[in-house]
């Protein structure tokens, strides 16, 4: 197996352990503490934390760490927040999802590195496009990263379906379901009981040892990128100085591309808060606003989840490439902009999320969803510009090297 395939894998299957736990917990968060609106003020600080983290510490971390020990470190917050589970309360998961926070950006930032880098450098060595590679890349982990929501989500099933509960749902409780969900008003037709203490401990458990592979499986098997870089590292010249990597993450925005990109990760959180390829984003986001729920349509519950699934895979692919070749002279500044943009469509997704009702949450994704493809299509042309002007540069200074080659 090629080298640097063998650490794309690495990295993959190190996420698909951290998520499946993370994405599995983080989906059960508003429900199992519901009370007093501590499992939603809980993802809200976790994401406050994320924007504020992606401001200022990926650059930091990546340079003085690695990008292989930035996401040791960083998945270790992940685990503190499991453990914070176990004794459940505003003093323990609020701390632990703030921690969590924080070594969110610089987990991602340094994922994305890691692949641009290891895609370049592959690319290089094989007289690939880079682009090519990095796609490659991001495609193979997101294939494998993906996957963790099915897996999270099915190991709660399994924990929690030891009791399940054969209640019926009145036709007044189906008149508040899909696009007319009012949290206001139909919080009290809802009487669903919570799992047993026992079932969630056996669940918090299995979630913590995953966390702890995933750890151990990154520290021992993962390369540290400076053994793909040690041939650009000489190329560099004098360090750049702390202010500057600082900052680096406002100072990347001077970049009008980057400006007009924005809206895809902030649609992205936005998205991912509402939930968990545009067209059919869109296709869906139409589909739900239309759609009266009954529990007899069993294959639409399935059929949805499975299209919007198939889009944000392609979504999160090309998003992470797209920022990964666009800039990439200054990945970590451009991968914390990506997270940090994204981390504020989670905490307006999470801030508006107990008092609006479903069909306006739909129509914020519907309207961000339209003007992020609009700018996108806007640097897209701004993009292709430059290439006919390279390429017209190069046809015209042709014929004059080829006549001045006839006069000799």
């Not at 990128?225 to 100072?251: A, C, N």
Request: hydrophobic share 45%; with cysteine.
């Amino acid at each position: 197996m090629q080298r640097s395939l063998r650490n794309v894998l690495v990295v993959s299957f190190g996420f698909l352990l951290l998520f499946t736990a993370f994405g599995g917990l983080q989906n059960l968060q508003s429900s199992l503490y519901s009370e007093d609106g501590m499992g939603v003020a809980t993802l809200s600080s976790l994401y406050g934390a994320v924007l504020l983290s992606s401001m200022l510490l990926p650059p930091i971390l990546i340079k003085q760490c690695g990008c292989k020990w930035t996401i040791v470190g960083s998945m270790c917050c992940y685990v503190a927040f499991s453990l914070g589970n176990f004794q459940a309360s505003w003093f323990t998961l609020i701390p632990t999802s703030v921690l969590l926070g924080l070594g969110a950006a610089p987990l991602w930032s340094a994922q994305c590195t890691y692949l641009t880098v290891l895609g370049t450098w592959h690319a290089e060595k094989t007289g690939q496009l880079g682009k090519d590679v990095v796609n490659q890349y991001f495609g193979i982990f997101f294939l494998i990263f993906q996957s963790s929501g099915v897996w999270g989500n099915l190991i709660s099933s399994l924990v929690f379906g030891q009791t399940p509960t054969g209640e019926s749902v009145s036709e007044e409780q189906l008149e508040s379901c899909g696009a007319r969900d009012c949290l206001m008003v139909s919080a009290a037709l809802n009487s669903t009981q919570g799992p047993s203490q026992p079932l969630i401990y056996m669940l918090l458990s299995v979630y913590t040892v995953s966390g702890v592979l995933a750890i151990l499986l990154i520290a021992i098997f993962l390369e540290p990128l400076e053994d793909f870089e040690s041939s650009r590292k000489e190329e560099q010249g004098k360090p750049t100085p702390f202010w500057t990597t600082l900052l680096s993450t406002f100072r990347l925005l001077r970049d009008g591309r980057l400006r007009l990109l924005v809206l895809l990760p902030l649609y992205s959180g936005l998205q991912q808060g509402f939930i968990s390829g545009a067209v059919t984003h869109l296709s869906c986001i139409i589909t739900l606003l239309l759609w009266h729920p009954r529990p007899t349509q069993m294959a639409a519950f399935f059929l949805l989840p499975s299209l919007w699934g198939l889009s944000d895979a392609v979504w999160q692919t090309q998003n992470n490439a797209l920022y990964g070749v666009l800039f990439e002279k200054k990945k970590e500044a451009a991968f914390a902009n990506y997270r940090l943009w994204e981390a504020l469509g989670f905490v307006i997704a999470f801030g508006y999320s107990s008092f609006l009702c479903v069909s306006t949450k739909l129509y914020i994704l519907l309207g961000t969803l339209t003007v992020a493809m609009l700018a996108y299509g806007l640097v897209e042309y701004q993009e292709s510009r430059k290439i006919i002007k390279v390429l017209a540069a190069g046809e015209a200074r042709q014929p004059a090297e080829e006549r001045a080659q006839s006069e000799l």
